[in-house]
């Protein structure tokens, strides 16, 4: 294990941080950069990459764009304070055998909502064998005089990917979603095999917006293998 911490932009990592040859676990505190992220595709025993980063609000020019790297032996993923920089970063990777994600978003915008959607479809895409994901958002701001968007918005591209077995999604703060009937149903036929089940938001106060709670039994019963559902 090495657990690195950058208090300023790292430089050049690639004569450095490949000499770490047989690096099963890399635990990052600081920036993201071009150089990190080309050096820990040099890693091939990486199997756990942790990374906390500084909050920052636009990425660097020099983050945007960045040429396609992939992390061979990558399991399990976790990047906490997700803006822009790291989002670039996770754009640009591909995690063929990563099976557990968790994610931390703190926005700092009047809605993330296409951020969040954005990185559901990167994840889709890029971690094919995705069986687990934990995605925490904090410190969002309302959503100003539009109304609030429905949950499934966020988890559409997600949709598409029918290995999850394990979703805990939770909007914390001033995160507002319509949770509809349609939308829990659709998620019983998009994951079959879910056994762990969270979805914890703010509901709209609209009647509207609220499923009945018949709805939830038959969720249930249409995911013969789910053990825990958090509503």
């Not at 914390?172 to 998009?190: C, E, G, Q």
């Amino acid at each position: 294990m090495l657990n690195i911490t950058f208090r300023v932009p790292p430089k050049d990592l690639c004569p450095v941080l490949p000499q770490f040859s047989h690096l099963r676990i890399l635990v990052v505190t600081g920036w993201m950069t071009p150089s990190l992220h080309e050096a820990i595709e040099l890693l091939d025993h990486l199997e756990v990459l942790y990374v906390k980063l500084y909050w920052t609000r636009n990425a660097e020019p020099n983050m945007r764009n960045l040429p396609t790297r992939r992390c061979h032996n990558v399991k399990t993923l976790v990047a906490l304070t997700l803006s822009e920089p790291i989002t670039s970063a996770l754009q640009s990777t591909e995690f063929p055998l990563v099976e557990t994600v968790r994610l931390e978003v703190w926005p700092h915008s009047s809605d993330a909502t296409d951020m969040l959607t954005h990185l559901m479809g990167t994840l889709r895409d890029n971690a094919p064998k995705m069986r687990t994901l934990t995605l925490t958002t904090r410190s969002a701001f309302t959503h100003g005089d539009r109304p609030p968007p429905r949950l499934v918005t966020v988890i559409e591209p997600l949709l598409q990917h029918s290995a999850l077995e394990t979703l805990s999604i939770t909007l914390n703060d001033n995160y507002v979603f319509a949770l509809t009937r349609d939308d829990i149903l659709s998620i019983s036929s998009a994951w079959p095999n879910l056994v762990h089940l969270t979805l914890a938001h703010a509901p709209t106060r609209s009647d509207e917006a609220l499923p009945p709670v018949t709805t939830f039994l038959e969720l249930a019963n249409a995911l013969p293998q789910l053990q825990t559902l958090v509503l």
